[in-house]
């Protein structure tokens, strides 16, 4: 509970702050902005001024508005005063031009030929003509015209003798719309307002017609002074009702909230910024809606409620998180008991377990050499199933080397050498075809050595050929090896496939033993990346189930015939080679056909 009401006081202080910070920085920003305008337009009316006052100091230089005041009654004279003036008001841009004797008698102006022209009208009582006799200067006077009723900038100077005594005035008006045009409300500030006050408090420039030739002096005793009245004539010259609140904290002292209440009622408040205009009495007032302000103050309420939720969130998170590794750490303590008495548990059970792997690795290293011996084993096998064709085949070279030999004796003693001769030849061919043949059932019995490498499948099919060729139970049957012409480079080893190709060349021969035209094909296809070697026969076919047949002890055959572990040893053998070996009916007519697939590889390898 203690917490919630800290956090909540906490709050309100926090949005307190903001809404004061704001308040100074709104301010602050209206304060600028009114400054930078208060600068601008200061510095336009000192140019135009500039501009404008040495232009009747110029005039009065000209020896033709001499003359005219000393011979005013001299008709041509007066007459070339009208026409210079009404050149020099054409050249400068000024609305009037007019000439005044030392009594402030007008008696010549660029306007001569108007109806409402200034000739023969007294200015004595205007400032600008009084203060240039006293002072012998130039002045600067701002009044409403006599005759037009026109705001205007008054510039006069006076006319001296060649020695040195006041002849008269010439007076220069310049309209003051122009600097009215000038002034643009800033394009940050939505509502703002611009008045130039004189002397006595009375706006003769606005931004807003309502408040022109209005009185801002507020709360003035008494009536207006005749000056003022008379710089105004025919107007009410009425007082804005300007209610002072106060200046706002952080702001300068030339700024002041005020409240304007205009002529319909309704209520506004300002920030009022005051800047003297140069060589004048005139104070330019700047007034800014202080609407934005409570924009301003809502951004950083908003602001400073984002900076409270950020570090409440965060106090919250750092509470929780401290929290949490406190109860990590007492669940660490814990679980690092827990962990010990585990760790006893597993090592007794690592122990289990190694001597589990030893086990299987020591029953894996006799699976692998029974397999090996297994593969042995079948390759004896098959020599003993060929033992006859063997004898058949070593029976028959050694009959023909005796009946040789009996014969060489019998030319020996004759004197045939020559026939003796050719005798000795057939005896050697015969005794290369027996050790060949014995070679090859040598090579056939080894056990293969060394991992796999890239073979020449062709070897191992012409291998194994001569071992099917020398079985009796071979004679007879038409045995058709189409060989390629190119090495078939694989991935294999000679003797292995040498086995797998005796295993499936024995097995086509048993079963033609049958046909009247026993016939075997042996083809080798490229196929993907991979050698294809098919053997064919056209005997009786395999059973409807054809996976059954790679089955240990699965045969069709007599036990005289074999164990039924030929096709199983094969695809073993196969399969460690990264090879297939499959087998199926001939979808071309009767008879099986095994199918060989080893990858292919380069003969550089």
């Not at 841009?93 to 000739?119: P, R, W």
């Not at 600067?140 to 006041?166: E, T």
């Not at 022109?212 to 002096?217: A, E, G, K, P, T």
């Amino acid at each position: 509970m203690t917490l919630r009401i800290g956090a909540v006081l906490l709050l309100l202080i926090t949005l307190g702050l903001s809404w004061v910070l704001g308040g100074w920085a709104g301010y602050r920003q209206v304060e600028q902005e009114s400054l930078e305008e208060s600068f601008r337009y200061r510095q336009l009316v000192a140019n135009e001024l500039n501009r404008y006052l040495p232009i009747p100091e110029l005039m009065a230089e000209h020896p033709l508005m001499a003359r005219a005041l000393r011979n005013p009654d001299d008709p041509r004279t007066i007459l070339d005063a009208n026409e210079e003036m009404q050149r020099m008001a054409t050249i400068v841009g000024s609305s009037d031009v007019y000439l005044m004797d030392t009594s402030g008698l007008t008696i010549a102006a660029n306007n001569y030929l108007q109806e409402d022209s200034f000739v023969g009208s007294n200015y004595a009582f205007r400032p600008y003509f009084s203060e240039a006799v006293a002072t012998g200067d130039s002045v600067i006077y701002f009044a409403l015209g006599l005759m037009s009723g026109v705001r205007g900038l008054y510039f006069s100077h006076p006319i001296r003798s060649d020695r040195g005594r006041i002849l008269g005035v010439i007076a220069v008006k310049v309209l003051v719309h122009e600097l009215e045009s000038q002034w643009h409300r800033p394009a940050s500030l939505s509502e703002a307002e611009m008045v130039v006050l004189d002397g006595s408090g009375i706006s003769f420039l606005a931004s807003r017609p309502a408040w022109l030739y209005r009185d801002f002096s507020g709360g003035r005793q008494g009536e207006l002074p005749l000056e003022t009245r008379q710089r105004y004539p025919d107007r009410e010259l009425r007082p804005m009702e300007i209610e002072q609140l106060g200046l706002p904290w952080g702001l300068s002292e030339k700024s002041a909230k005020i409240r304007v209440q205009s002529l319909e009622g309704d209520r506004q408040d300002y920030l009022a910024v005051q800047t003297p205009l140069p060589r004048l009495d005139w104070t330019l007032q700047v007034m800014v809606s202080t609407a934005p302000v409570l924009w301003t103050r809502l951004a950083f309420v908003i602001g400073g409620l984002a900076i409270y939720l950020a570090v409440l969130l965060a106090w919250l998170y750092l509470r929780e998180r401290y929290r949490r590794e406190a109860e990590l750490a007492l669940r660490g303590e814990q679980l690092e008991r827990r962990v010990v008495e585990r760790t006893r548990d597993l090592e007794h059970s690592n122990q289990q377990l190694l001597e589990e792997i030893r086990e299987r690795e020591r029953a894996q290293s006799e699976l692998r050499e029974t397999q090996q011996e297994l593969i042995q084993a079948a390759k004896l096998a098959v020599l003993g199933q060929m033992s006859a064709g063997l004898n058949h085949e070593m029976n028959q070279p050694l009959t023909a080397i005796q009946t040789y030999a009996r014969n060489s004796r019998r030319f020996l003693e004759k004197g045939a050498t020559d026939m003796v001769d050719a005798n000795l030849s057939e005896i050697l061919i015969l005794c290369d075809k027996m050790a060949e043949l014995t070679r090859q059932f040598k090579v056939f019995a080894r056990k293969s050595e060394g991992p796999p490498s890239v073979v020449d499948l062709r070897q191992s099919v012409d291998a194994a050929l001569k071992i099917i060729k020398a079985q009796k139970n071979s004679a007879g049957i038409n045995i058709q090896w189409n060989r390629p012409e190119q090495p078939v480079m694989c991935h294999g080893d000679l003797i292995r496939i040498e086995q797998v190709m005796v295993n499936l060349l024995a097995n086509a021969a048993q079963a033609v033993e049958e046909r009247e035209a026993p016939v075997i094909t042996i083809d080798v296809e490229a196929d993907d990346g991979h050698w294809r070697c098919i053997v064919r026969d056209n005997g009786y076919g395999l059973p409807g189930n054809t996976e059954q047949i790679f089955e240990p002890f699965f045969t069709t055959k007599s036990v005289k015939q074999g164990l039924g572990l030929g096709l199983s040893i094969s695809r073993q053998i196969v399969d460690a080679l990264g090879g297939t070996l499959t087998g199926r009916n001939r979808p071309d007519g009767p008879g099986a056909e095994f199918v060989l697939t080893l990858q292919q590889r380069e003969a550089t390898e």
